[in-house]
């Protein structure tokens, strides 16, 4: 006689969904491959720009407006919190931009300045939230 074949043990069972630190972790170092490339060639505003485009006037320098940047943030609702070189550290090397999505804080790397940092903080929370609904899991 044939031996029966329990299927749900057969099933494939789906991986885990990621944490939000995860997926931070994930936008993050994506964009940052993404930075330092633009950064080499001197085209991290066409990068900006190109990465954001609904949210960008074409002749403004974000890496250079803090004006514009403010307004790119209150458009996507985003309320950072910038950190100064010194602020908490002696030793920091830059400045930081973090903002806060699903109880969890998210923060840059290093930049060199307040505008960058802006910058990079706009391009990561944009990505992040297009991740998490990509993965199903709600806004908070």
């Known amino acids: 006689m044939a031996e029966i074949i329990d299927l749900a043990s057969r099933r494939k069972v789906p991986p885990p969904k990621p944490t939000v630190t995860e997926l931070a972790q994930f936008c993050a170092d994506e964009i940052l491959s993404h930075w330092e490339k633009f950064a080499s060639n001197n085209q991290l505003n066409m990068y900006f720009t190109s990465s954001t485009p609904m949210y960008c006037k074409g002749a403004a320098n974000y890496l250079e407006d803090l004006n514009a940047l403010s307004t790119i943030e209150m458009k996507i609702a985003l309320e950072p919190q910038v950190i100064a070189p010194g602020f908490n550290e002696k030793n920091s090397l830059g400045w930081v931009a973090a903002f806060r999505l699903n109880g969890v804080i998210v923060a840059t790397p ?11 903080n706009i391009l990561l929370y944009l990505k992040l939230k297009r991740e998490l609904q990509t993965q199903g899991i709600a806004l908070t």
Do not use: K, L, T
């Not at 290093?110 to 990079?120: G, H």
């Open 110 to 120: 290093f930049m060199v300045s307040e505008q960058y940092a802006r910058c990079f």
